[in-house]
């Protein structure tokens, strides 16, 4: 059923109210293109996964201080270089990752990658009780990151494959929140 949500979410369209496409909701099958340059950028990305994690996530966590608040041990922090030296941010950087980094090796095998998906919206809607938005907004954020960190490695080309597979997450995750009974799926953060 899992991987059927992850084929669903790569044939779903949506528009936004004013006609204009979402690509964070509106994903397309991936390529065999889009796959090898996906898989090309993120050997050089995961080369210093470290520090792209944490640059990640303390970009998500300034710009948007309300996702904090899942995170006892730093959800007072303000300070971007007090977030950085947070061992319980950069341990949860290493898993956002490693996250990625299977998703990402496992392209060509959608049950795989169903399954982490699962796993990952079962963790955050039941146990953390995370807004599904969340993901969206994470995924510009990664998808910010990674094109200022790595110019020279996400092009437009390949910065545009990147968001059809961070929609696709996002697609997904939705759906098995909503599977899992989860009502609220807002569109804000407030």
């Known amino acids: 059923m899992c991987s059927a949500h992850y084929t669903l979410c790569f044939q779903m369209e949506r528009t936004q109210g004013d006609g204009e496409v979402d690509h964070l909701e509106r994903p397309s099958p991936l390529t065999d293109k889009e796959r090898v340059m996906i898989q090309a950028s993120w050997g050089k990305v995961y080369q210093n996964c470290d520090d792209v ?19 006892n041990q730093f959800k007072h922090i303000e300070d971007a270089e007090e977030l950085e030296k947070s061992a319980q941010l950069r341990k949860h950087a290493r898993r956002v990752m490693n996250a990625i980094n299977t998703l990402v090796e496992n392209l060509d095998n959608s049950d795989k990658v169903a399954s982490v998906l699962k796993l990952v919206a079962k963790a955050h809607a039941l ?11 994470l995924s510009g954020v990664i998808l910010e990151v990674l094109g200022e960190e790595f110019p020279e490695v996400i092009t ?9 597979l961070l929609a ?21 953060t407030g």
């Open 53 to 71: 994690g944490v640059a990640i996530l303390v970009r998500f966590f300034v710009n948007f201080p309300s996702s904090k608040q899942f995170f």
């Open 156 to 164: 437009p080309e390949v910065g545009a494959a990147w968001t059809n």
């Open 127 to 137: 146990q953390h009780k995370v807004e599904p938005v969340y993901f969206k907004i």
């Open 168 to 188: 696709t997450v996002y697609c997904s995750i939705s759906a098995i929140y909503k599977e899992l009974g989860w009502e609220k799926l807002s569109t804000s």
